[in-house]
Each structure stands twice: as structure tokens, then as C-alpha cells.
């Protein structure tokens, strides 16, 4: 059977959080490592730490915001995702050494700005961290995420739910259950900042059609293929939320990859490598 949900609020292809730094951080450089206990508790008193000791962010981009941009805690959700829009899936993967990979991974992004106190003391830096989750939880390292990258096969590095995908309650989980996860194959961002939400309808029509398309492709050995997509409303799109998401059961995917592998080994090196 055909599976799609509507979005309630948008989970972004990197889902950026937004945090402020606290008045005592030092100048950030990237490849600098944190340690952040958990996704609510980022950077308010976290200091740089070697990145061989724990730790579960890594800065890889930084910048400077103008004195027009104002403080950051007044901005708007747009004007500070507009400020990061460097700090993107395919900046997180050149990154951490995977600059071929296709399929959306479990890295994400936090957006890190100068607190109050900072931008009353001048500092205007802008900074993006990447983190690999486990579920709703933030792994962690004892090595750069490069490092992590390097010493982990392709396909843990994939993007699961646990069964059917929720868009109040995202989850990038380790794909390990072909009977229940759903793997999300596309994170596609459907408009750039500041541009105008061209209708929920519109989005919907578009968004279906492509992760329709998905079930299609990857259909494993079923008659009527499953898929799932999660897209933007009105409220997150004003909120700097442009991106489309898609997903098919894991077990449908394998089975399509073992099919393309039993017809030609050499085509179906696995696009979760990719």
C-alpha cells in the first residue's frame, strides 16, 4: 500500500538548531571539538576539548556576522538560517570525507551564534557544528568526525526511523530492522531563503510525486510499493524551513539493491556507499 503523511512542522534535510554561545567561549576555529550533553543543552557552556577526548560536535564552518544583522536572540528563525545557509548536507559530507554520498546520513547540523553578552562585547562569530545522532540522542566520539567516517561501513551511517517516519518527532537511527525501519532516501530543499511558500497543495502535489517516485525505484519485490514524505507548512517555510523529505521501507530497499546485485554485481555497489 501507498504511505505519505503530511507535515504538521517541517524536519529540515540537516535539521539546524540554533543556539548562543556563551560570554566566556573563545575564537572558534574549524575542526575545534565540543562536548554538548544532549540536542537541548547546546554550546551554553560548552568549551573546546580535544577532539580525541569525548565529545559530540565538531565546528566545520565559521563566519562573521555584520553589525546590521542585530542580536542574534532577536533575530528571526529566517534571518539566522539565512545567515548559515553555508552549513548544508553536502558542506557536512565534504567534511567528514564522504563527498560522493547521495543518500542523506545521520550527521546533522547545529548553527551556533554569539549570546547577548558577546555582542554587546563585539564578537560577530558565526559558527556551524556537526553531530552524529543515534536516534533522538547525539553519539559520542573519541576521533574527528573525518576519522568516524572513515572506520564505519557506508551503510551505518544511513538515516532510519523506527517504523512509520514522524514529522513531530524525528529519528535518525541506525538502520537494523528491515521488518519495521524506513530508510530516507532524499532531503531536498524546495525553495531558498526568503523565497515565497508556493501553496501547501503545491508542495504537497510536488513532494508526493517524488517520493512516489522513490517507492517505484526502490520496490523491492512488492506489487504496490510503499513510501513516505514529510514536507513543509506555511508556518515552517516562514520559519526558514524549505526541505522535502522521503522515505521507503528498509526491507524494500534491500530487496531492490540484492535484485540489481543478482543481475549485475558491479551496478549495484550499494548507493548507500554513495
Not at 43 to 72: E, K, M, N, R
Amino acid at each position: 500500500m501507498r504511505l505519505r503523511i503530511t507535515a504538521l512542522a517541517l524536519i529540515g534535510v540537516v535539521a539546524s538548531t540554533l543556539a548562543t554561545a556563551p560570554a566566556s567561549q573563545a575564537a572558534t576555529a574549524i575542526g575545534d571539538c565540543y562536548y554538548y550533553p544532549g540536542s537541548t543543552k547546546i554550546s551554553s557552556d560548552a568549551q573546546a576539548v580535544a577532539c580525541d577526548a569525548p565529545h559530540t560536535a565538531q565546528t566545520y564552518w565559521v563566519s562573521s556576522l555584520p553589525d546590521s544583522f542585530g542580536i542574534p536572540a532577536k533575530a528571526s528563525a529566517a534571518a539566522r538560517r539565512s545567515a548559515t545557509v553555508a552549513c548544508t548536507p553536502a558542506a557536512i559530507n565534504a567534511f567528514t570525507g564522504m563527498p560522493d554520498r547521495t543518500l542523506p546520513s545521520r550527521f546533522d547540523t547545529f548553527a551556533i551564534f554569539p549570546s547577548d553578552a558577546q555582542w554587546a562585547a563585539g564578537d560577530r562569530t558565526v559558527r556551524c557544528d556537526v553531530v552524529l545522532r543515534n536516534g533522538a540522542k547525539l553519539v559520542t566520539l573519541t576521533q574527528p568526525a573525518a576519522a568516524v567516517v572513515a572506520s564505519t561501513p557506508a551503510d551505518q551511517l544511513n538515516y532510519c526511523t523506527p517504523a512509520e517516519p514522524n514529522a513531530n518527532a524525528p529519528y535518525a537511527g541506525i538502520c537494523n530492522n528491515p521488518k519495521k525501519n524506513f530508510i530516507k532516501l532524499l532531503a531536498k530543499d524546495l525553495g531558498k531563503p526568503g523565497s515565497k511558500f508556493p501553496g501547501y497543495s503545491v508542495v504537497e502535489r510536488k513532494v508526493t510525486k517524488m517520493c512516489q517516485g522513490l517507492g517505484r525505484k526502490y520496490k523491492g519485490n512488492v506489487p504496490y510499493p510503499g513510501y513516505w514524505g514529510i514536507w513543509p507548512t506555511g508556518s515552517g517555510w516562514a520559519n526558514g524551513d524549505r526541505a522535502a523529505q522521503c522515505f521507503v521501507p528498509l526491507k524494500q530497499y534491500l530487496d531492490t539493491l540484492a535484485n540489481q546485485a543478482a543481475k549485475s554485481p558491479a551496478a549495484a555497489a550499494s548507493p548507500a556507499a554513495s
